[in-house]
């Protein structure tokens, strides 16, 4: 599946186009899309198949997975695919360091409900943080109307 952010002007566009042709497609607001970077970064690194885009591969649509009665069903994976996103975009943006990541997943995906976390080491993490600075380097330097393109297997 291929994934296109678009940059415009005072909003971007999530893309998502799948082997078979079908697509999908969300505007993401002003917004610069960490989150969005944070879970292919996540997803791919770990092959979640049932990770946001696991989901969108497999036929549903962004709009789907922005409804909060839909997510609620989505089973231990996604809840664990959004946490390591959003605790990732943390250590990105400073929240958080490196050496709390592995900590932080564990304390939420046992308060949400003894979801089972995937072993990692520190240097998982440091090799997740390159990749996600290095993917929104790139996005930063794209002119507008411009797209970040990124592949999920």
């Known amino acids: ?58 036929g549903m649509t962004i709009t789907e997975l922005s409804d909060k009665d839909v997510i609620k069903n989505l089973g231990s994976e996604t809840w664990l695919s959004e946490i390591m996103s959003r605790n990732l975009q943390s250590i990105g943006s400073g929240a958080a360091n490196i050496d709390q990541y592995i900590q932080l997943i564990n304390w939420e995906a046992k308060s949400i409900g003894n979801i089972p976390v995937p072993n990692m080491d520190t240097t998982d993490i440091i090799e997740m943080k390159s990749e996600f600075d290095l993917i929104c380097e790139k996005w930063n330097v794209i002119p507008e109307n411009g797209e970040l393109s990124l592949k999920f297997e």
């Open 1 to 58: 599946m291929e994934i296109v952010i678009t940059k415009g002007k005072n909003r971007n566009t999530l893309t998502c186009k799948r082997v078979d042709g079908t697509i999908t497609s969300e505007n993401l607001g002003p917004d610069i899309p960490n989150h969005d970077i944070a879970h292919y970064v996540i997803e791919k690194r770990f092959k979640m198949k049932n990770g946001f885009y696991g989901k969108i591969k497999s």
